[in-house]
T-cell receptor
Framework: QQQVKQSPQSLIVQKGGISIINCAYENTAFDYFPWYQQFPGKGPALLIAIRPDVSEKKEGRFTISFNKSAKQFSLHIMDSQPGDSATYFCAALLRDSGNTGKLIFGQGTTLQVKP | DAGVIQSPRHEVTEMGQEVTLRCKPISGHDYLFWYRQTMMRGLELLIYFNNNVPIDDSGMPEDRFSAKMPNASFSTLKIQPSEPRDSAVYFC????????????FGPGTRLTVL
């Protein structure tokens, strides 16, 4: 029940196209849903995040869509660029007694944007 | 700020040897996390600390793994004895206490056990 399922495993998109990555979860105790971006040889870095009381969050070309009833959320990358080529991880936060907790990560999606 | 610092960046060792990975979190961060990344299992949380105290070590694979945080600016992850299946990239991350906190990841240590 603590899993976050991510799809697809890999994605190839033409420059200028839209990249869509989907995640699903079961545990309703999750209350924060970040997306992390990882370039080869680097650690993951926070890209964008959303709380479950919001259905959509947009930052530049990146948008998270959140469907609480379906327990699904997705990342949309508009006007995809070769520089967006990276591995993307969705995650969900399982809070502890404090103000943070542990992130449960999806399996990752390797995105390749072709010029 | 230099960000999260990990050492060594690469480690090659033989099966049965002890391996110690090191991490210096960002100053002022109250939480420290150790992750392991492999192709098969993705990014797994091994253990995390709050104010130097281990909070959840349920992800530690077995007794061969141990982690310590003797002070706010240093943590170690030790594997003894190491096995080939421990080969992976190990990440350390840190975050602040309050709010919906971003975790800042270090560059990772690539461990190869022969």
């Amino acid at each position: 029940q603590q899993q976050v399922k991510q799809s697809p495993q890999s994605l190839i998109v033409q420059k200028g196209g839209i990249s869509i990555i989907n995640c699903a979860y079961e545990n309703t105790a999750f209350d924060y849903f970040p997306w992390y971006q990882q370039f080869p040889g680097k650690g993951p870095a926070l890209l964008i995040a959303i709380r479950p009381d919001v259905s959509e969050k947009k930052e530049g070309r990146f948008t998270i869509s959140f469907n609480k009833s379906a327990k699904q959320f997705s990342l949309h990358i508009m006007d995809s660029q070769p520089g967006d080529s990276a591995t993307y991880f969705c995650a969900a936060l399982l809070r502890d007694s404090g103000n943070t907790g542990k992130l449960i990560f999806g399996q990752g999606t390797t995105l390749q944007v072709k010029p | 700020d230099a960000g999260v610092i990990q050492s060594p960046r690469h480690e090659v060792t033989e099966m049965g040897q002890e391996v110690t990975l090191r991490c210096k979190p960002i100053s002022g961060h109250d939480y420290l996390f150790w992750y392991r990344q492999t192709m098969m299992r993705g990014l797994e949380l091994l253990i995390y600390f709050n104010n130097n105290v281990p909070i959840d070590d349920s992800g530690m694979p077995e007794d061969r793994f141990s982690a310590k945080m003797p002070n706010a600016s240093f943590s170690t992850l030790k594997i003894q004895p190491s096995e080939p299946r421990d080969s992976a990239v190990y990440f350390c991350a840190s975050s602040r206490l309050a709010g919906y906190n971003e975790q800042f990841f270090g560059p990772g240590t690539r461990l190869t056990v022969l």
